[in-house]
């Protein structure tokens, strides 16, 4: 199979016959014919069946359709970033790959601020962590961006090394729940898993097969599985379904002011060990001024976010004192 043989069956379902194909791509209609014929008598199928108004594809030509156009896009790419790193004018490329955190994004966009180059692809997703994990080890991001806790890290990290990858720890903070404003619990010092009984659970959807080790929230083994549990895939639901309701979810509790919503606060769960916050990259692999400068801006986020989230504790702790 050649891409030649897939750009003429994608001619063919373009033009809706062989003769138009041929017309369009300047070859000789039994020179378009032979090299299908070829191609699905190596593949053992049949693309599409022809009459005087042209031909019709099978389902299963439907199907090869659906491969053969992805596979040419992505040769098609390929050649355009080749292309590009010959040039002396290619942008520069900076992605990074995290679990849902306000800081991330508050030091992607920082650097962002800082560029100064004319020409730059960068890029963030927000991810689960197997995904974030994938995204590391496949190299479609540059760094990425997890937690471990206790009862995580010892899968975690079998994980990361069967994939040569090494954690690098940033901070180390106390688990939170986060809740709204005006919600009962709001204004005390810490929280309990007995506190949070009977109450409704927000957390982010796992992908199907996708144990709890990489959940996005810090585990509570009494909470494995609560009787109201409210699913969401994005941070802004997230942030929209604690502040309209009496939900609550649990993690690093870290604000970011001018990001994270006004309208919900974290506190912090009582007796529990530290989420250790961190970025992940290939063992060995040299930082690129790109990766070493957002590292540097990652680490001034988090330690500004522990200052506003402390001092958020401590208003909220200090209104709840004043009104009792």
């Known amino acids: 199979m050649t891409f030649q043989q897939l750009t003429y069956v994608v001619e063919i379902s373009k033009c809706g016959s062989i003769n138009k194909a041929a017309q369009k791509l300047f070859l000789s209609q039994s020179g378009i014919s032979t090299a299908v014929r070829e191609l699905e008598e190596e593949l053992g199928i049949q693309f599409f069946v022809r009459s005087n ?9 439907k199907e090869f359709l659906s491969y053969a156009v992805s596979l040419l896009e992505q040769k098609q790419r390929i050649e355009s970033l080749y292309g590009e790193a010959r040039n002396s004018s290619a942008p520069v490329r900076f992605s990074v790959s995290t679990q849902r955190y306000p800081f991330t994004e508050d030091a992607f966009l920082r650097m962002l601020r800082r560029t ?17 994990i994938d995204d590391v080890y496949d190299h479609r991001a540059d760094i990425g961006v997890i937690f471990l806790t206790e009862l995580t890290e010892k899968i975690i990290r079998r994980l990361l090394d069967a994939r040569d990858l090494d954690f690098h720890e940033i901070a180390a903070v106390s688990p939170c729940i986060y809740v709204r404003k005006g919600h009962p ?5 810490e929280v309990t898993e007995e506190d ?55 993690g690093s509790g870290l604000l970011v002011e001018g990001i994270t919503s006004q309208a919900v606060v974290t506190m912090p769960l009582a007796g529990k060990t530290c989420i250790r916050i961190g970025w992940i990259r290939p063992r060995n692999s040299k930082l690129t ?29 200090h209104s709840g004192g004043e009104s009792s």
């Open 289 to 317: 001024p790109y990766v070493a400068q957002f590292v540097g801006l990652l680490d001034q986020s988090i330690a500004e976010s522990i200052a506003f989230t402390e001092s958020v504790h401590q208003s909220l702790c």
């Open 53 to 61: 108004r042209g031909v019709e594809f099978t389902q299963e030509g």
């Open 116 to 132: 100064t180059d004319n020409r730059y692809v960068f890029s963030i997703r927000e991810a689960g962590m197997d995904a974030v």
């Open 196 to 250: 949070l009984a009977g109450l409704p659970y927000v957390s982010f959807e796992h992908n199907q097969g996708v144990g709890s080790d990489y959940s996005e929230e810090y585990q509570l083994l009494s909470m494995k599985k609560p009787p109201r549990r409210i699913s969401v895939n994005n941070r802004a639901t997230m942030m929209n379904v604690l502040a309209a309701t009496d939900a609550y979810t649990t």
């Open 185 to 189: 619990l709001a204004n005390r010092d």
